[in-house]
Structure formats: structure tokens, C-alpha cells
């Protein structure tokens, strides 16, 4: 029998396999942030173990990051600690680091694919759930606990139990005017926020085909508010076409420095060894997936959450749902409590929801594709009054690219906030936070109680109806305006 | 991490589905970079409520947490973990949790506990009408026993064993050195180096 794409990658890792035991699997490339890893580091020098392979580990600051004044020390004094002694692991232990300020700077995410160290067939880990990013590219990634990142630092392997399978199928081509960050939300609204739990799953069909690279890392980042272990989609030519030139890709002999690529990586047939191998991975036609999900494009419509899980979506020109509609009585209390804290009522529509503040940015949607989406609808129009908007990009190259392109004019002119690179409002751990009460359109993942900020009320959306709902202050499409 | 056995004690119905891991320890407390002090943290949100099951002295003192369907899902933050396991908690029982959260449980030594809906529900109004009930959670013969009632949990033979010796997933993996040193000699040559 055939396999799946990510049993084949799941098996080309397996370093020790025994009866009753779980998997030894061996990780490729291990990515660093400061939240989740110094009780790692510590753990190592109470044992006196040292990271076993520093040159398949990276790091970076992002999710404490300022967004403005990078210039001077971080006011919080914790934030700042925790910085710091990210610093000083990294320096202690010989991991390459890209600090706040730095060009290779960014949210963690965005950084590795960015510096062509995401390729197909690799295994990836992050103490970040949304390690499924890289799955974009036909790794097999995954988000981990600190526990799991020692273990990592110090084996270079993780004892997994191997996950079931999962097809998303998605079949036709995306309307004009749906976006990657459209159809995710959609997924999860159908599968649930425990659909894919257990499973690894492989999205699949014409209009993922279609998809750019971002949007695809879009796609995969949200896996896991499906509750997927993972998310991944067969590499090919616009995967390939991305990965070429960067960095750290096959054949890329630009060496020494941070950035350069290694010694073994300079032979001139690497890359054709390369897209052979990234060709092989693919599943295989006669390979039996544990689980099939198929959505038809053509249905599909801008798609925003009105509760407090990614699953609680509608498409944009429904209304607020009335909780009795719920026959399961878990969902229909969920639905009670979401719209209790959001402040709504069944009925209202969507579009009559007006915001406050409109975040673009994050690991889901903070690349230079959704910038120039943004820009695109804001060109020649003005923020509403009253409304704030912060536009974060995801990474200081995506700041860099976005300035050479002209996009931070046309947001600044908006009255949007055009700002540093680094995980920002998604999360509220720097100062970039709602109010209590405050409403928010926001491109982030989580619409979480509190995500961005204590008593916050989040609305999930892509980056054209982020824009788009600044111009009106009320959830709007750009076909709209 | 502390082997864990079985423990018998008192429990905390959490009536609540979807119990990301953003509720159980808010974002705002990840900042520290020990390991302790996360009991403060523990659903400090939802805590500010007076009424907040927490916050009702009838449960004070609780070992086990018994939650609705899709116990800590979202981030990877093992924080959550501790949280709970530094308030007092050593199991938490629901009819599905988040993936992640379920491994980190795992490697700290709190046992998540996959029951029905059902029994989970039968559980949570067994407990509301007496909050002193005892429950036994036994994780080697694998049940739940509470008022003459033994509901049955699947957990596998490996992370049963490894709980019941508290051992370190480290110290077992090095152990296999020698396989890992192997598999590194054979390793896709071309794949990237971060130095």
C-alpha cells in the first residue's frame, strides 16, 4: 500500500523504532524564542548537558518585542530579563541568534522560511504551536513544550507516537475576493477546533495548488486551531520557485557569516538532488488516509469569527448566531458564553459590528503578500475616525521589502500605524494591547478571551477585510467598498 | 518528575468546553524565567469572579479538575502545566484535550485523563451536589473510581509505565546514543545548517 506524504517524511526520520515504545524521531531544524525556552536552557546546566546540535538550531526575539523605539532598552523590566537571558543562552551555548534590531530579525515563523531553512521532507520543531507554518513547504512541523525543546536541545530527537492522517481536500478554485486566511477559517468552522486532533493533515485539491506560499503558510499555520498535531501540502514548482536563492537553500554557496550556508551545502548538484527528493514527496495514489474532509471553493466567501474559539466563524454576510440554534448542548453553552463576552447579540449582522482597532500582522498573516493586499485596499483611503490600526510586519525583511515596494506610504498616509517587526497585538505580551471592552478586527489567529489583551473582544479576518473594515469601522469586505 | 500512582482526593467541576491554554495561565505571566510562581497565574482571568469555581471554598484544596471537551487547546505554553500542577491539581479529567498540552502533561507528571462526555458530565453533577466526594484516580489499573462507579481510561503502556517510575524522557533517550549518532551518519547530507 502507498503512502501518505507525511508518513513518508514521519518515516524517513525515525532514528530508533521498538515494540511498545514510541518513536525516536530526529529533528532537522530546531527554532528558539525567548518565552518558551529558558527553563529549557536552565534544565541543560543543571544537568550539565550541552545542546547536541547547535547548527540545526536557531533563534530570535519576537513574541516580547517593542514594535516601537528599537532603539532603546525594553521598558518592561521582565520582558526585558527574559531577552536578555535569552542572550545569554544563545551565548553560552552557541546558537545563532537574531536579536531585536537586527536585519535577520523577526516573528519566528516568518524568519525561517524567509531564510530558505524550511525545506520539503524536513522535520521542524518549535516551542511555538504554530510550528505548522513550515508545513507549507512538505515538512513535517510542529509546535512543542518546553520539556520537549530540553530534549530537543539535547538529543536532537523527540519520542513521538506516530500521528493518524488527515485529507483536507479542496476542491475548485477560490472566488475572486476569497483569500488562504478565508478558507482556513472555514476549515476549522466545519471540522471544529478538535477536528483534526491526533492527526497530521494534509491539505489537498486545485485551489491549494493555487495558493501562493504565504498563502499557504497561512493555510498550515492555523492547523492547530483545527487541533491538528500538524499541517502540511506536497511541495511543487511554487515551492520550489520560492525556496531558490534564499539563503540557506541547496547549492547557495554564499559563504561565511550569519546567512551563509555551510560547507556541505556548496556542491553544484545539491539542488538537483534537491527537487528531485522534494519531488518524490507527495502522496502516493493508492495511500489510504485515516480521515477525508472535502470543501468545494466555489461555496467559500470572506469568513470572520464572531466568538471566542477560531471554530466559532460564519461567512461575512450572515449574522451573529442565536446559541438555541446549537443542537449540541457543549456548543450551544460555548456559543452563551462567547457572545456574553464578546457583547453581541444573536441576529446582529456581521457587518453591522463595528471595531475599534484593526491589527494586520502575526505568524498567520504578517508577510509581504499580505502587506501589499492591505495597501491595496487602503490606497487612496483613510482610516475611519475613532478606529486605530497597527500594521506589523512579520519579519524586518517583510518591513524592508514592504518600504522598497512603497506599502508603508500608502498605510502611513491611511492614518494606519506602520510598525517594527515582531508577534505584537496577536498575542499581547509587549505593549501593543487592547483595552478591556475594546473590540478588535485582527489578521492574528486566536480570538481567545483576553488574547490581545485582559477583557479584549477579537475578530478573526484576513488581511483585505482587516483593511477593508478600517475604512469603515465595521467588519466589511473589500468588494464592499 | 514526580512517578504519580494513584491518587485519591477531592475534585473541581469545570463547566466549561474549549479551555484554551490562554485561560489556564494568560500570557502576561510567560514572561518569567523560572520555573515556579505559576499558581498566581492560574486562570487569573477567569479568577477575578468571585464566583468562579476556584474561588468557592467547598473546593478548596481539590487534587483533580474534571473539564469539558478540548481541555488545553492552542499554544504549546507548558506554563499551563505547571500552573496547575503548582496550585495543587495532579489530574485533570475531560472527554478530549489539546495534543500539545496532553504531551506536556505527560512529561511533567499530571495525568491527563480521557473519559466520556457522559461520565465526565455524571462526574461534574456528582461532585456539585457533594464537593467532599471522593475520587481515586488509578493509574495502574487504569480507572476512575467515585461513589461505586469505575469508569475505565485508555492510556498507553509506555507513558503509563514512564509516570508510574517518573522517569525523564532525556535520560531515557540518551540511553539510544549510539542510534542517534547512526542515523546522523546518514543523514540527507544537502539539508541546511543554521552556523
Known amino acids: 500500500m502507498g503512502r501518505t506524504l507525511a508518513e513518508k517524511v514521519y518515516d524517513a526520520h525515525v532514528v530508533r523504532r521498538a515494540e511498545g515504545e514510541p518513536d525516536l524521531l530526529y529533528i532537522d531544524l530546531h527554532l528558539v524564542h525567548e518565552v518558551t525556552s529558558p527553563q529549557a536552557f536552565d534544565g541543560l546546566r543543571m544537568a550539565g548537558r550541552a545542546v547536541r546540535r547547535p547548527d540545526l538550531t536557531i533563534a530570535t526575539e ?84 518546553t ?36 478558507l482556513i477559517l472555514a476549515i476549522i468552522a466545519r471540522i471544529g477546533t478538535g477536528g483534526g486532533q491526533g492527526h497530521i493533515i494534509e491539505y489537498r485539491g486545485e485551489a491549494i495548488r493555487s495558493l501562493s506560499m504565504e498563502g499557504r503558510m497561512t493555510v498550515c499555520n492555523m492547523s492547530i486551531e483545527a487541533g491538528a498535531r500538524a499541517g502540511m501540502i506536497a511541495p511543487d514548482e511554487t515551492t520550489f520557485e520560492y525556496i531558490k536563492g534564499r539563503p540557506h537553500a541547496p547549492s547557495n554557496a554564499v559563504a561565511g557569516g550569519p546567512g551563509g550556508s555551510s560547507p556541505q551545502n556548496e556542491s553544484g548538484d545539491d539542488w538537483d538532488r534537491a527537487v528531485e527528493y522534494w519531488t518524490s514527496l507527495r502522496t502516493d495514489d493508492d495511500a489510504v488516509f485515516d480521515k477525508e474532509v472535502v470543501i468545494d471553493a466555489a461555496e467559500l466567501t470572506p469568513f470572520v469569527t464572531w466568538g471566542t474559539n477560531p471554530g466559532q466563524g460564519l461567512p461575512l454576510g450572515a449574522s451573529v448566531p442565536d446559541p438555541a440554534s446549537f443542537e449540541d448542548p457543549v456548543q450551544r453553552q460555548s456559543a452563551e458564553r462567547a457572545l456574553e463576552y464578546m457583547g453581541l447579540t444573536a441576529g446582529t449582522p456581521l457587518r453591522d459590528i463595528a471595531v475599534d482597532t484593526v491589527f494586520v500582522g502575526s505568524c498567520t498573516n504578517g508577510r509581504i503578500e499580505d502587506l501589499r493586499a492591505v495597501a491595496g485596499v487602503l490606497q487612496g483611503r483613510k482610516v475611519a475616525d475613532g478606529v486605530r490600526m497597527l500594521v506589523v510586519p512579520g519579519s524586518m525583511e517583510v518591513k524592508k521589502q514592504a518600504e522598497e515596494e512603497g506599502l508603508d506610504g500608502v498605510i502611513s498616509a491611511s492614518g494606519a500605524e506602520w510598525r517594527e517587526a515582531g508577534c505584537s497585538m496577536c498575542l499581547a505580551m509587549n505593549p501593543d494591547k487592547l483595552t478591556p471592552g475594546e473590540r478588535s478586527a485582527s489578521t492574528s489567529n486566536r480570538n481567545f478571551e483576553g ?31 | ?35 515556579t510562581g505559576f499558581d498566581k497565574g492560574l486562570f487569573s482571568g477567569w479568577r477575578e469572579d468571585p464566583d468562579f469555581v476556584l474561588n468557592q471554598p467547598q473546593y478548596a484544596g481539590a487534587g483533580i479538575l474534571v473539564a469539558g471537551p478540548d481541555f488545553g487547546t ?16 495532579r489530574v485533570v479529567i475531560a472527554p478530549r484535550f489539546g495534543d500539545i498540552f496532553r504531551n506536556n502533561s505527560t512529561k511533567m507528571g499530571l495525568l491527563p485523563v480521557v473519559l466520556t462526555g457522559e461520565q465526565v458530565a455524571d462526574l461534574q ?68 545548517v543554521t552556523l
Open chain 1, 62 to 145: 519576537d513574541h516580547n518585542v517593542p514594535t516601537t523605539d528599537l532603539l532603546k532598552p525594553i521598558a518592561d523590566p521582565v520582558s526585558r530579563t527574559q531577552v536578555e537571558t535569552l542572550r545569554k543562552n544563545c551565548s553560552d551555548f552557541g546558537v545563532r541568534l537574531h536579536p531585536m534590531g537586527d536585519a535577520g530579525q523577526g516573528i519566528v515563523h516568518v524568519m525561517g522560511p524567509q531564510l530558505g531553512l524550511t525545506q520539503p521532507g524536513m522535520t521542524v520543531v518549535c516551542g511555538d504551536s504554530h510550528t505548522s507554518t513550515h508545513g507549507a513547504f512538505g515538512a513535517l512541523a510542529f509546535g512543542i513544550g
Open chain 1, 147 to 182: 520539556s520537549e525543546v530540553e530534549h530537543v536541545l539535547a538529543t536532537q530527537t523527540l519520542p513521538q507516537i506516530q500521528p493518524k492522517t488527515m485529507a483536507v481536500t479542496v476542491e475548485g478554485a477560490l472566488p475572486e475576493g476569497v483569500t488562504a486566511k478565508d
Open chain 1, 451 to 481: 488574547r490581545q489583551g485582559p477583557g479584549g473582544r477579537t475578530h478573526l479576518v484576513s488581511p483585505a477585510v482587516a483593511a477593508a473594515t478600517a475604512v469603515t469601522g465595521r467588519l466589511t469586505a473589500p468588494a464592499d467598498l
Open chain 2, 1 to 35: 518528575m514526580e512517578a504519580f500512582t494513584t491518587y485519591t482526593g477531592r475534585a473541581v467541576p469545570l463547566r466549561r468546553s474549549n479551555v484554551d491554554t490562554d485561560q489556564i495561565i494568560p500570557a502576561v505571566w510567560l514572561k518569567q524565567v523560572s520555573r
Open chain 2, 74 to 89: 492552542g499554544s504549546s505554553r507548558e506554563h499551563a502545566v505547571w500552573a496547575l500542577q503548582q496550585y495543587g491539581f
Open chain 2, 125 to 192: 453533577s456528582r461532585i456539585e451536589e457533594d464537593p467532599a466526594l471522593e475520587v481515586t484516580v488509578d493509574l495502574e489499573n487504569r480507572e476512575v473510581r467515585w461513589d461505586g462507579v469505575t469508569a475505565r481510561f485508555e492510556i498507553d503502556d509506555y507513558t503509563r509505565w514512564r509516570l508510574m517510575e517518573g522517569l525523564d524522557d532525556i535520560g531515557l533517550t540518551l540511553r539510544h546514543a549510539e542510534a542517534i549518532d547512526d542515523y546522523e551518519a546518514k543523514r540527507t547530507p544537502w539539508f541546511p
